[in-house]
């Protein structure tokens, strides 16, 4: 396919920094905490998918710090919302069963 136009690279970044914070409450959630260094770590490697989303190197987060300073600005930006049908659906993923989530 062709490369992302630069309206997608920041859809695709966005998505992508919304995905990697998940990932990362999600893990210190359900499997338990990492540590700073490993949460960093994380980041660098997750960025390295840019050129396969044909967004510009350099411009997804690369440590904790680079990802949280992100999703501060878009949720200031009002980029980034959360709606209350967000925030029903998350209540119920957190509240599965445990045996749910380990079946």
Not at 10 to 37: I, K, M, N, Q, W
Not at 42 to 61: D, F, K, N, R, V
């Amino acid at each position: 396919g062709a490369q992302a136009r630069v309206d997608d690279s920041r859809l695709l970044a966005c998505v992508h920094a919304t995905v990697l914070d998940s990932f990362l409450d999600t893990y210190d959630l359900y499997v338990g905490p990492l540590t700073l260094e490993e949460k960093d770590r994380y980041c660098l490697g997750a960025s390295s998918i840019e050129p396969l989303l044909g967004i510009s190197t350099g411009h997804l987060p690369r440590s904790l710090a680079e990802l949280n300073r992100y999703m501060d600005e878009m949720f200031e930006s009002g980029e980034l919302v959360v709606t209350e049908t967000a925030r029903v659906v998350a209540r119920n993923v957190v509240s599965l069963p445990v045996w749910w989530v380990i079946s």
